[in-house]
């Protein structure tokens, strides 16, 4: 079974960022992702969908020192469901991504890579998270010096289609 979320979007507002009394941060943002598209009229329309986003310990601190409102940012993690009370004991439930990997797209202002070095790195990821064991890259296959002739037939060369 895989519960994998990738999440391209951008910051609905700085992240809220707490320290829990064991002194393990929490951080809590909204991600806004757009999807256009066309309707049965034939007019283009943009449907923003909004996702809470819960990043923990080394990211944490990564959006507290780095995401602001409005940047674009590279979200990767799981979904999650909670329920929970509300203060007049109704019963709430909410829909989290909690965030495995968090990377800006977007260069800091005075500075920053750009989107140059945008995608995540091994660095992106935190420090505690086991990746599962790594298998080495397959070589590359080796060409044929002097290959079957095929019993294929030539094209022709009135054939004028372009494909």
Not at 32 to 51: C, I, L, R, V
Not at 69 to 75: N, Q
Not at 107 to 124: I, L, Q, V
């Amino acid at each position: 079974m895989y519960n994998k979320v990738i999440l391209i979007g951008n910051l609905g507002a700085d992240p809220d960022v707490r320290t829990l009394d064991s002194g393990t941060k929490v951080a809590k943002f909204s991600l806004a992702t757009n999807e256009n598209y066309q309707d049965t009229a034939g007019e283009w329309q943009k449907k923003t969908e909004w996702h809470n986003v819960i990043a923990w310990r080394y990211m944490a601190e990564k959006a507290e020192r780095d995401f602001k409102k409005g940047m674009m940012v590279f979200i990767e993690g799981k979904v999650t469901y909670r329920k929970w009370q509300d203060q007049e004991g109704k019963d709430r439930y909410s829909t989290d991504i909690v965030a495995s990997t968090v990377k800006m797209l977007e260069k800091r202002e005075g500075g920053g890579s750009g989107y140059a070095n945008s995608f995540p790195t091994a660095e992106d990821a935190a420090p505690y998270v086991n990746s599962g064991p790594t298998t080495p890259a397959a070589s590359p296959p080796t060409p044929v010096a002097n290959p079957a002739p095929s019993n294929t037939p030539a094209p022709d060369a009135e054939d004028d289609l372009p494909f």
